[in-house]
C-alpha cells in the first residue's frame, strides 16, 4: 500500500435523466472505500451530484471517455491510485483492495488482476460479457490461482501511481471514439495479459463488479448476459 493511500476516481457521464439512478450508486459507493476518495465527473452539460463536475464540449460524443486521461496525467503526483469507471459500474472496495495486492506480483509478470462484470437478475448472478463457457490454463502465483477469460473487458481500469507514471507515453491523451478502449488502458494499450482470481475451481467474488444498468440479461434478443457466474468455469 501506499503511504497516503489517495485515489482519483474519474467517471463519464453523457446527461441522461435515466441513468443519474445509477451514477449516484457509483459515486455512493466509494464512501465505503478505506481510502482519501477525489472524484471528478466529465460530463456534457450541467449537472449537480456529489462530485466535481467537469462540463465538456466535445466533437464527438465518445471522446468524453478520455477527459479522465488529463485529470490523470494533470494530477499523477498527487494519488497513489487512479481509477476511471463508466458511470453504471460498481466496484466494491474489497474487490479493489485485492487488486491492489495482486498488481505488482502480476504486472511484474507482463500481466494486470482483472475483473468480471456482473448482473444481477432473477436472483441470480450473470456475466455480462461471457457468451461461452470457459476451458482455463490455472496460472498458480505464490499461494493465489489465476486464469485468463476469453472475454475479458468489464469497462473500467485502476492503476496505481508508480506503474502509470512508467506507461504514459506521448499519445496518452489522444482522443478516440471507441468507449471499450478507453476503459481498458491496460488490456488493450499495453497489451498487460489481465488474469483473474479462481478459487475453489470458481471465479473468486473478488473479481466481482457490477453492472448496474442490467441491461443485458433481462434482454432475450442478445447473447450477453446468460451464464451464470457459477456456471463458466467448465
Known amino acids: 500500500m501506499y503511504k497516503n493511500n489517495k485515489i482519483l476516481v474519474c467517471i463519464a457521464f453523457h446527461n441522461n435523466i435515466d441513468r443519474i439512478q445509477y451514477i449516484k450508486k457509483v459515486i455512493e459507493n466509494?464512501?465505503?472505500?478505506?481510502?482519501?476518495?477525489?472524484i471528478i465527473v466529465d460530463t456534457n452539460e450541467p449537472l449537480e451530484l456529489n462530485a466535481k463536475i467537469v462540463v465538456h464540449k466535445l466533437e464527438h460524443p465518445y471522446h468524453l471517455t478520455y477527459m479522465h486521461r488529463k485529470h490523470f496525467l494533470d494530477n499523477i503526483d498527487v494519488y497513489d491510485y487512479f481509477m476511471y469507471v463508466e458511470d453504471d459500474m460498481l466496484v466494491p472496495y474489497n474487490a479493489f483492495n485485492e487488486y491492489i495486492n495482486n498488481f505488482d506480483t502480476l504486472w511484474n509478470m507482463g500481466c494486470v488482476p482483472s475483473f468480471i462484470r456482473i448482473e444481477s437478475y432473477n436472483d441470480r448472478q450473470f456475466a455480462t460479457d461471457i457468451i461461452n463457457k470457459q476451458n482455463i490454463?490455472?496460472?498458480?502465483?505464490?499461494d493465489k490461482t489465476f486464469a485468463t477469460l476469453s472475454e475479458p473487458y468489464h469497462a473500467f481500469w485502476i492503476m496505481p501511481q508508480k506503474q502509470l507514471k512508467e506507461s504514459i507515453n506521448s499519445k496518452f491523451t489522444d482522443l478516440n471514439t471507441s468507449r471499450e478502449n478507453a476503459a481498458s488502458y491496460p488490456m488493450w494499450t499495453l497489451n498487460k495479459k489481465p488474469l483473474i482470481k479462481i478459487e475453489n475451481?470458481?471465479?473468486s467474488e473478488l473479481c466481482y463488479s457490477y453492472h448496474l444498468a442490467n441491461n443485458y440479461a433481462p434482454n432475450r434478443n442478445t447473447p450477453f448476459g446468460k451464464i451464470e457466474v457459477k456456471?463458466?468455469?467448465k
Open 231 to 233: 456456471d463458466i468455469l
Open 137 to 142: 490454463e490455472p496460472i498458480n502465483v505464490n
Open 201 to 203: 475451481n470458481e471465479i
Open 30 to 38: 466509494y464512501s465505503n472505500y478505506q481510502l482519501d476518495v477525489d
